[in-house]
Structure formats: C-alpha cells, structure tokens
C-alpha cells in the first residue's frame, strides 16, 4: 500500500487486469514517493507525507494547505482555465504509465523476452495511447504546481521539479 494509492485504485480509467493489480504494488512502492517528491521538494513532501500518515488509514491529509492540493483544483486565472484532477489521479495515472511502458518485455529464466499474445496487436509507442496518460498526469502536476506557486506563502518549504510533455 502506498501513501495515497494502493492496488485496488485501479480502476475506470485506471483499469489493469486481475493479473497486473496483483502485481501493481512493487510499482507503486517504487514509483509513487519519486513523484510526490519531484512534485513537492523534499522538504514539503516530508510534511505532506507526516500529515497523511497521521490521518492513517484514510489516505487523505488533514491539514486544510494540503487539502488545497491533493484535492481538484479549479482555478480561473487570466484567460485560461488551470485544472487538476487531484494528487490521487496524478499518481495513479504516473504509476500507470509506468507500469504500462515496462510490461512490452518480462525477464524470464531465458533472458529477456517481449511480449506477444496470439490474436493481438500491441500497438506503437506512437499510438499517443500511452503517453496521453502520462501527459495527462503532467498536466494536473503542473497545474498543482502552478496553485502552489500562486499561493507561495502558504507553502514557503516548496521546492518542486518541473516535468515535460512526452511529444511524438
């Protein structure tokens, strides 16, 4: 089980077979605490991550700064729209990215082999399939980053990473 995700998040858009959730955890043990970090600075996600936990098992932080960003944002700002679907649907959509990009090929005690099931295409990185997601969840990041930014006072510990689009 990871901070804000465990096994049985994915679903809906998020949706990986029986097979794949049983093995999501290792995925989300190694990726999730990478990108909360990036999304935060060390620092920052040190507190966020002490507030969550002290809400255990609920997932959720308590304090009302960090309600602010880990919940959806939707914020009128010039003539746009700045938009997250939440730091849950961030990580979820990070974790499945990751999980997919990695599964083409498997190590087994052959060596490493590619996937190819009978009566099926995988389809090309360029699809956009895959990155799409990806790129979906560098949008809320940047949009959760961008609120924190606008509002620097209430987190003076922040010390983010940007992140970029995968364009093809």
């Known amino acids: 089980m990871g901070l804000l995700i465990n096994a049985t998040d994915f679903i809906d ?3 990986l077979s029986k097979q794949i959730v049983d093995n999501i955890s290792a995925y989300i043990d190694r990726y999730e605490e990478k990108y909360l970090a990036d999304l935060l600075g060390a620092e920052l996600y040190k507190l966020f991550k ?3 936990e002290a809400n ?3 997932q959720v932080p308590t304090d009302a700064n960090y309600l602010l960003i880990y919940n959806s944002i939707l914020e009128d700002y010039s003539n746009c729209i700045v938009r997250s679907e939440g730091m849950k649907s961030m990580i979820l959509g990070f974790i ?3 999980y997919v990009r990695g599964s083409k ?3 087994t005690e052959s060596g490493v082999v590619y996937n190819n099931v009978e ?3 995988i389809p090309a990185w ?3 399939f895959i990155q799409k997601r990806y790129n979906e969840s560098i949008t809320n990041y940047e949009n959760i980053q961008w609120y924190i930014y606008q509002n620097s006072g209430d987190y003076p510990e922040y010390n983010g ?3 970029g689009r995968i364009l093809f």
């Open 13 to 15: 858009t998020f949706a």
């Open 50 to 52: 002490a507030d969550v």
């Open 56 to 58: 255990a098992p609920n």
């Open 96 to 98: 499945w990215f990751e």
């Open 105 to 107: 090929h498997k190590h």
């Open 119 to 121: 009566l099926s295409t």
């Open 126 to 128: 360029s699809s956009g």
């Open 161 to 163: 990473i940007c992140k």
